[in-house]
């Protein structure tokens, strides 16, 4: 019996060391594609068009939103809060620790792992099924030149941008709540924003983006290739994509956490 | 000129042989339809030329060059001489007809002007008897018989060496399997090298110069129509017997 067990374990630990090899595979392919992609771009360009319109353009009122309502809320609670300290100033660098350190990034990436990387799995995985993959392939085009590098340039490009109209929307929010309740001088309040907001925050805010965008695309059409004879695969390569996303997504974000703030 | 030749080519799937050691050179300039029973391998074979799937041991090569090639360059050169029609058109969803077209075409014809590009399109709508009003619809919006054509466009408009065609006549109404075997029997005449697999034996059987005819992953024989034909070999005398029964 533990001989069994042990052989399970064995087996199980083989199995996730090859598939993690097939990943690394697939990534290095990416990377590669990824040099030559202007070759391509006659064919390609439109992809990355679409998944930039797809990806950055109708996700925005989604972002803008989200952004305004967390920065009020952080200016709700946290001015009610340390105002009964007399530390009301604190807010300021709260402000930016939560919205560009933290959630600006983090945010948008989820936003975008459930609505495009959810989407490009999908797509991939049916492609794959409709025999479209084989399509390309017999044409002479890579997939992962043709579909994958254009909707990783897209995501990672989307994200970026993306992370900017957060920043901005979240930070605005925060003032227009605050000028509700409790009116601070436009000036006021963001000079002593600026005041708070250093130059790593920013690099840092642009490391997660690029990062998070790589990964989460890479992730999703990784997924969606792997999609083999059925339809049925489909939602769950889709639902793996997803989680693998978001892990690998809070991974890089503790990464990077440890690795400039401590 | 495309020679393909097939050197001790085995292809596995999940750990099964669906293609065992196969060695043979495809009849150059001639049509050679593709005989077996499912689970032959008779799918397999042109989808190894066409570059969709690679051996799993041995090599196929084109023109002196292996399949395996991983130099972009090569694999471009190859794959603009060979054409492969997909039973259902394989057409990109999300892409319009003239996009799927132009996918091959602005891949492979870069040296043709746009002017050139659109009069080739042209041509060819017109052959295949579409109406350019088809160029932006979504292959959802078309029929099959409209897909199969549109897919066969998108082969022919590279102007390849070798077609290799996977069921032509499957989803077709008989006006578009006329033009089909139309363009078949047009790239018999410009002696392009062809390979078919098809369950509509009546019809493509005739227009066949060479059959090579497939069981459990082996070639049990590969000669001119007419010596398959009077094959003394039970398993090529039971496969064709059972496509007539169908």
Known sequence: MINALAQNIG???????????????????????????????????????RQVLFTGYQALSLIVLIAIAIGGLIILEGYTL???????????????????RELSSLITAFIIIARSGNAIATELGNMRVNMEIDALKSIGLSPISYLVVPRTIGVVVSLLVLNVYFNVSGLFGGWLVSSWFYPIDFNVFFSKLLAKLTLTDIVISVVKSLLFGFFIAVIASYQGLNVRYAT????????????????????INIGIALLFYT | MSTVEFSNVSFFSDGLAIIDELSFIL??????????RPGSGKIVVPKLIGGILLPSKGSVVIDGEDSKTTDDGKIKQIRSKISY??????????????ENIRLSLDFHCQHLTESEKKARISWFLKYFQLPETILPKRPANLTRSEQKLVGFIRGMIIEPEVVLIDEPLENCEPNSQRLVLNQIMENK?????????????????PISDFILVLDKGKIIELD??????????TITHNIILDYYMV
């Open chain 1, 11 to 49: 087996e199980s630990i083989v199995g996730w060391v090859k598939l993690q090899l097939q990943f690394l595979t697939f990534l290095r392919q990416v990377v590669v594609e990824f040099m030559v992609f202007y070759r391509e771009k006659q064919v390609s360009y439109l992809v990355l068009l």
């Open chain 1, 82 to 100: 340390l105002e009964n300290f007399g530390q009301s100033d604190l807010l300021y660098g709260i402000l930016v620790a939560v919205i560009t």
């Open chain 1, 232 to 251: 049925t695969e489909v939602p769950q390569r889709t639902i793996l994509a997803v989680v693998q996303s978001i892990t690998v997504v809070i991974l």
């Open chain 2, 27 to 36: 009849p150059e300039h001639k049509l050679t339809a593709i005989l077996g």
């Open chain 2, 85 to 98: 029609i997909f039973r259902n058109g394989g057409l990109i969803s999300n892409l319009g007809v003239e």
């Open chain 2, 189 to 205: 005449s410009k002696g392009l090298t062809q390979t078919i697999i098809s369950q509509s034996l009546e019809q493509i059987l």
């Open chain 2, 224 to 233: 001119t129509r007419e010596n398959i034909l009077n094959s003394k070999n």
